[in-house]
C-alpha cells in the first residue's frame, strides 16, 4: 500500500527484455532508498513492483505481461525519469490517499495550462472507468496522488500545485503523454456493490420489515 505522495525521481538504469516481460534497473540517489531490501514493494508510476536485485544504488523489478498490458512501464527509455514510493509503514503520516499500486488503465494528457500559482491537466481515461471518478475525489496518476477538480464525461481536471510540478515527473509532461491511472479503491467497492444489489432484488422490503415487528 502507498500513499501517492512521490519521495523522489529516479532514473532508468536498464532495461532487459526476460520474454514476454521486462527486468528494469532503477537507479536511485537519496537515502530514502538506502535500505531498500529484495521482495520489498516499489511503487513506480504507479505501479507497484517488487525488488528482486539491489546493487549499489540500483534495484532491479521483474515486470510480467499482465503489467506491461495495463500500464506504460512497457514504453520506458533508458534514461527516462520515473516517480518513486516506497511501501507505506503504519507508522507513517498519510499524506495523499490509499493507493495500491494497481494500476487500472493508461490515460492521455490532452492539456497543460499554467496558471499563475498552478498548472491544470486535462486527461481523458476510458469509459469503462467513468462511474469510479467524482469531483474532489482523489485519484493516481503516474503514482501521484491528486484531487480531482472536474470531470466531464471521460476527462478530468487536476490542478497541480509548484511542489508537485517541480518534484515529479508531471514538470515533465506534454500534452499526449500517456499516464498509469488508479482510481479510488474505496470507488470501486462502492460500485462493486452497488452493481450486485441492483442486479438481484433486495429482500428487505416492506412486508418482510412488518414480518419483524416494524
Not at 537519496?30 to 536485485?53: H, M, P, R, W
Not at 495500491?100 to 494528457?109: L, N, R
Not at 486527461?123 to 491528486?146: N, R
Not at 490542478?159 to 508531471?170: D, E, G, N, Q, R
Request: aromatic share 8%; proline share 2%; net charge negative.
Amino acid at each position: 500500500m502507498f500513499t501517492g505522495i512521490v519521495k523522489e525521481v529516479g532514473q532508468v538504469a536498464s532495461l532487459k527484455r526476460q520474454g514476454d516481460g521486462l527486468r528494469i534497473g532503477v537507479a536511485t540517489k537519496t537515502d530514502y532508498f538506502a535500505d531498500l531490501a529484495i521482495d520489498e514493494s516499489v511503487n513506480i508510476n504507479g505501479a507497484c513492483q517488487t525488488v528482486v536485485k539491489r546493487t549499489g544504488n540500483i534495484f532491479e523489478v521483474d515486470t510480467v505481461e499482465e503489467t506491461l498490458k495495463k500500464t506504460t512501464l512497457g514504453s520506458l527509455a533508458t534514461g527516462e525519469r520515473v516517480n518513486l514510493e516506497r511501501a507505506l509503514r503504519p507508522i507513517d503520516r498519510m499524506g495523499g490517499h490509499i493507493v495500491q499500486g494497481h494500476v487500472d488503465g493508461v490515460g492521455k494528457i490532452e492539456s497543460i495550462e499554467k496558471l499563475s500559482t498552478s498548472w491544470v491537466f486535462k486527461i481523458s481515461f476510458d469509459t469503462a472507468f467513468e462511474k469510479l471518478i467524482v469531483p474532489i475525489g482523489s485519484i493516481a496518476v503516474d503514482g501521484i496522488s491528486l484531487t480531482v477538480a472536474a470531470v466531464e464525461r471521460t476527462v478530468f481536471t487536476v490542478a497541480v500545485i509548484p511542489y508537485s510540478f517541480a518534484f515529479t515527473t508531471l514538470g515533465e509532461a506534454a500534452a499526449g503523454n500517456a499516464v498509469n491511472l488508479e482510481f479510488d479503491i474505496v470507488g470501486k467497492y462502492i460500485a462493486k456493490m452497488l452493481s450486485h444489489s441492483n442486479a438481484e432484488p433486495s429482500k428487505i422490503t416492506e412486508d418482510w420489515l412488518r414480518g419483524l415487528g416494524y
